[in-house]
């Protein structure tokens, strides 16, 4: 298993903390994910590709750093 963490600097509310953990969730591989609000970081573990998931958090409306 792996673990994925990503700088998401728009992160503002808790809405946008739920709109990314449930895009991200839709992934394939993903097994976790954790949005921590105070650092604007994802923390994704399994075996998702990456670029699957910078689109996931695309289609959430934000964009990785």
């Known amino acids: 298993m792996n673990q994925l963490v ?3 600097p728009n992160i503002s509310c808790g809405r946008c903390v739920e709109a990314i953990r449930e895009e ?6 993903v097994r976790a994910v954790e949005v921590d609000l ?3 970081t ?5 075996d998702a590709d990456p670029a699957a998931v910078r689109a996931a958090i695309g289609e959430a409306g934000h964009q990785v750093a």
């Open 24 to 29: 991200v969730g839709l992934v394939a591989g």
């Open 42 to 46: 994802v923390r994704v573990d399994g």
């Open 6 to 8: 990503l700088s998401v």
């Open 38 to 40: 105070a650092t604007r």
